[in-house]
């Protein structure tokens, strides 16, 4: 039942166009994003030592976009894990479901957007790490 991690996620680049005036930067859903956008939300505010996200989903997707400042993700299947450093707005990273996340290390200014797959469903949540080993077949 485990993917391996390089399936859980993906680098996405987006199109950055500017001019004397500024830049814009484009995520389209199911061009851009690999999903029909459902759900948007963002942090901000958050200290350097705090853990956010500590959770995977059932069903949802995620794209998580540091548009100001900077962030780490550790993204972990169960066997093994990696961190990716979101530190440019035309940055995006894609998040499978069925993988746990962990956001932390946020710059002062730092603000993650995230486009989600799905609406809100607490019940699709899975907040306990041992519960997410069990799920997956690792415990």
Partial sequence: MIKPLEEC????EFSEYGDERGSLVIAEGNMDVPFEIKRVFYMYGSDPDVIRGQHANKESEFVLIN?????????DNGRENVIVELNKPRMGLYLSTMIWKDMYDFSPDSVLLVLAST??????????????????GEK
């Fill in 9 to 12: 996620y993906k680098i996405l």
């Fill in 67 to 75: 548009v100001s400042g900077s962030s780490k993700v550790k993204i």
């Fill in 119 to 136: 609406h809100y469903d607490g019940s699709e949540y899975i907040r306990d790490y041992n519960d997410y080993l069990e799920i997956i």
